[in-house]
């Protein structure tokens, strides 16, 4: 008579499946609505208990650095534990496992480029508009969905001391690897403030003081001509659909980028560098 076959699931077996159950999920909701993964639109992923999957070595150690961000697991090779200087993973406040590549590419999607370091974390908490009257420059985005593109303007805000990225809750990317990889690093250096009706909430930066720009290719100024006051507020349409109606209707001004050569629109990652370097030049001068 056989022996009868011996259980093969470990509790980390059952983890890794969580995970890999969690990102299908994601991808799911993608696929039939549109959204990205993650996006705060849909009730299920409202929680603040659910799993952020930050990845990649930049990404990681500003996590690490953060104060707000609570981690609550770390896979990680021998390799990236010494790129990222952690000496001592007992130190840390969260479990580590170390792991092989090949055991974190089976929690990611193929095309993730991890480096060796994957961690498990909350979303980051969210800070109030009326918290930004310090801030010299705020960034508005209306449907700017690329995390990519939303990554790369990241970096550029905190390069020029940018308080805050406002952004709308639906058709925006949430807080994601593939958001913090682009931003490589930037994500956990700059409130990213999801909102549920962005023109309340150029409202709210009207009546606390900012002066808010919309970016507009027929704007009837240039940029530096419509800049004013110590506090600004850029705010930035999406490729090919630019500012929303109401959008439009709700910033005190709408103002153009001056392009002297034969293309008159630019990726809005480099629109946002750009206008965040002239607002800070008037702001400086």
């Known amino acids: 008579m ?30 039939t609505t549109g959204a990205e993964p993650g996006n705060k639109q849909h009730a299920g992923l409202l929680d603040p208990n659910r799993s952020v999957l930050l990845y990649g070595l930049h990404p990681v150690r500003a996590a690490l650095d953060n104060p707000d961000r609570k981690i609550r697991k770390m896979w990680i090779t021998k390799n990236a534990l010494n790129r990222i200087g952690v000496s001592d993973p ?75 990225i406002v952004t709308t809750l639906r058709n925006s990317p949430s807080e994601s690897g593939v958001l913090a990889k682009s931003a490589s690093g930037a994500l956990e250096l700059i409130p990213y403030i999801q909102v549920t009706n962005l023109a309340d909430a150029i409202e709210t930066l009207n009546g606390i003081g900012f002066e808010t720009v919309g970016l507009d290719s027929e704007g009837p100024k240039k940029l530096e001509e419509t800049l004013s006051g110590q506090r600004i507020a850029l705010v930035l349409g999406a490729e090919g659909k630019g500012l929303r109606q109401k959008t439009r209707a709700t910033v005190k001004a709408l103002a153009r980028l001056d392009m002297p050569g034969a293309i008159k629109s630019l990726n809005v990652s480099n629109a946002a560098a750009i206008s965040l370097y002239a607002a800070h030049a008037h702001l400086t001068d």
């Open 2 to 31: 056989k022996n009868p076959k011996k259980p093969t699931h470990t509790p980390k077996d059952s983890h890794y499946a969580k995970l890999r159950r969690a990102h299908r999920d994601a991808k799911a909701v993608q696929e």
């Open 90 to 164: 007992a130190s840390l406040a969260f479990e580590v496992d170390l792991v092989t590549p090949q055991a974190i590419d089976k929690l990611l999607p193929g095309d993730a480029i991890h480096q060796g370091v994957l961690i498990d974390a909350a979303p980051l908490p969210i800070k109030p508009l009326d918290s930004l009257t310090d801030s010299p420059i705020v960034l508005v985005l209306d449907q700017v969905t690329d995390p990519h593109n939303v990554g790369a303007i990241m970096r550029s805000a905190v390069a020029f001391g940018a308080g805050a």
